[in-house]
């Protein structure tokens, strides 16, 4: 232990006389994957926990059921859900409600990205950018795009305009300020050698610069697709002649909680639908980093 | 062979300086540096970190602007970055989404060079650099030597006057780093290009460069500027020469000296 130290380098210094021992505590145990921080498990480990997740407020639910606590007019039963699934489907309604919902995220939110990423893109390569749109869409953000829908009632009606309109408004300012942390991870090394190598600032821009920040750029997309997902349906719950939004409001006058399980179930899928599509794209076009 | 003029690659620098603004207060990194390369020298810069030896290769590669001074290339000022001076940083500057081939291509897809001429240029230089077998590999596939031989290619490809190494192989593990200096002084043999390379490793110094600059702190100013006297072909043995080993232990005391210096005022408050 202690070595007996003939020349003090610091003279001045107090001595290590009279140091109590550290304190001594037990080496903590190892644990099992499973509750091991960042540890890789095993790929039935793996499956076995993604199915509980899905299955685990299923079981809830028929359990809740089955025990009869709660009256069949509040939670309907996984069976009554699935017929009134199967009954919208039979009449077609749940299509074109679902396909009037999908075009108007496609639209409102199709022209969200249209005008987010070039902006981004602007706001993160150049510092005149950021100065100029950064605190505006600072503060815009920050307004709840729910309350915009009185504003947009006035301006544009009660029709499709001010429906994509909103979830433009809810997706936008996030989808720039996303991209422009996307387009800000380019090293500046890399610009620069690539100035080294003849590029002007255009192809500096076109070949450096967007497909370096192309992989980040479609995470911030599919992050916000799912705020969009959320303002479609409050938009519908507005004033609306179809959409699943719409069918929610309608089956809560009728007190139809099967259907509005239904629709629910409906609307996940369709989100999960859209993320796993982006997330193909991202990592078609993201292969090289990792 | 190549289209190369006998004279090309002379890079010149005259009284150069450059200020920095550091927390308000103007920094002096260089001052008054005199420097001149002659073609196919192979120049090594040394100095402790804060030296300011880094700024100067910017400036050089026109990524910064001198304060004061001039840098000209063959009679011309240095007024922007252009292919005319290869640069190769330590790390991190290849383009992920790129295979190997086409990293290497960059520049020659700049120029539209039609694709079987770039194809020709980029195969020899893949061979020049011992990568031809990894031609279509992603950077993150390769090791870190490796990938500093796809910077390498990739900047030559351009057929630089000048080609100018930022600390290429300060990242890279002892090995791999004998390997790359292997490397460096065969293509440097077999192109006949200018060098001019920035390192804080004087053993690296000595055994790449026909000349030596040792750069002094506080502001960087040039110190010491001698001749390697060794062979100019030259392998790893040579490291275990007395010569070698003199001259290593001459400009490391130069260098000690200056970061000893530097730490002293650092100490004193004087930054």
Redesign the interface.
Known sequence: MSQLVETETHPSRPGREGWAPLPRRPRPRRTSALLTIRAGISKRSTLTLAVLSLALPVIIWVTVWALGVVPGKFLPSPASVLDAGVEMAKSGELFTDLWATVQRVLLGFGLAVVVSVPLGLVMGTFTAGQALFGPAISVLRYLPASAFIPLLIIWFGIGEPSKFLLLFIATVFFNTLMTADAVRRV?R??I????????TRG?VLR??IV??SLPGILDAIRVNAAAAWNFVVVAELIAATEGLGYRIVRAQRFMQTDKIFAVLIVIGIAGVTFDVMIRLLRDRVGR??? | MGGMTPLAGTLDMRGVSKDFQERGRKVRALEGVDLRVEPGEFVCVVGASGSGKSTLL?MV???RTPTEGTITLDGAPVD????D???V?QA??L????SVERNVA??LE??KVDAAERARRVDWYLAETGLSDLRTA???QLSGGQQQRV?IA??LV?EPEVL?LDEPFGALDVQTKEDMQVLIRQVWRDTGKTVLMVTHDVEEAVFLGTRVVVLACDPGRVAADLTVNLPRDRDLSVKRTPRFLGMRAHLEDLVRAQHQAHNARVTAGDR
Do not use: I, N
Request: hydrophobic share 45%; with cysteine; net charge positive.
């Open positions: 090293p090394a890399m620069d050698v690539s100035y080294t190598l003849g590029a192809e070949k450096v497909p370096f090289w980093a990792v | 910017a590669a026109g990524l922007g970055p252009g292919p001076r290869g640069l940083p991190g500057t383009y992920p989404w790129r960059f520049g700049l120029l992603l950077p993150r910077a990739r900047a351009c100018l």
